[in-house]
């Protein structure tokens, strides 16, 4: 029935089609270890941007999930993770854009789901560092 949301839509056809996942985006930890949080050159800006327009963008992803949009907000993220050396935002930007790549609709939808959980351990990775 119309209106189709495009997650339902792709869910439907997973049911009919033929499909492999690829790499199964699951029970990760979703920090490595404090060292490597210790690599990323500016965390306070690197949490500042991951928190305004990137997360008004992400927000949008709520609603519906234009692929095109996402595969650029993974794009921006790899970006903005080179520039602060984060290995666990470009390594986030790259499993976006896999994703959508491989319309590996069940990963996008827990990646979607992890943004918000990956500021909320960096703010705390922040406080941390600045109590130790």
Known sequence: MKPVKVTELYLELMNILPYKSIREIGNEKLLPEVDIIGEITDLNGLITSLGSDLYNTWKTFAVKQPINLIRGFGGDLVQLGTLHNSSIIKDYGRDLISATDNYN????????????????????????????
Not at 106 to 124: D, F, W
Request: avoid cysteine; aromatic fraction near 4%.
């Open 105 to 132: 609709i069940v990963a996008l939808l827990k990646l979607i789901g992890k943004y918000p959980v990956i500021i909320e351990n960096l703010k705390e990775s922040s406080k941390n560092k600045h109590n130790d």
